[in-house]
C-alpha cells in the first residue's frame, strides 16, 4: 500500500470526510458501521437514488494500516464522485459493483463470480483488439 502510507489522520475523521464528502455531492442518506470480529467496516449512502456499499477490509496488523485504508476509501469515493459530477462517467458507471441489490446483496457480490466463470471458460474477450472485435459483431 502506497498511498497515505504515514497518515496520521484518526479513522473517525476519515468517516466524517467520507460522510461530507457524500453529502456534499447529494447524498440524502449515510451510514457505517465496525464488525470488529469479521475486521470490516461498511460505509454505504444513497446519491441520486442508488444505494452504494462499500465493504472495507480491516485484516491489517496495525492502526497505521487502518488508517491508510480509511483514506485509501476516501480517495476511491471522491474520485468517483468528482468522475460524475465532471461528466466523465456516471453514477452508475462508477459505483455499478457498489450498487446495492435487492436482496442486499452488492452488484459486485452477484456478478463478479460469475464474471470470473466466464472467464475461465473462455467466454471473454483476452485481449483488446478481440474486445472491439467483439463490439463490432465480428
Known sequence: MRYARRTEVPVSRSRAQIESLV???GADQFGSALD???KRAMVQFRVSSWLVRFVLP???D???KARQRWRALYLV????LEAVESNIATIEEEFLAHVVTPDGRTFGEWAVPQIREAKKRGELP???MGALEDRRGK
Open 23 to 25: 453529502e456534499s455531492y
Open 36 to 38: 470488529a470480529t469479521s
Open 58 to 60: 480491516l485484516d491489517v
Open 62 to 64: 496495525t492502526d497505521q
Open 77 to 80: 469515493i471522491k474520485a468517483k
Open 126 to 128: 483476452a485481449n483488446i
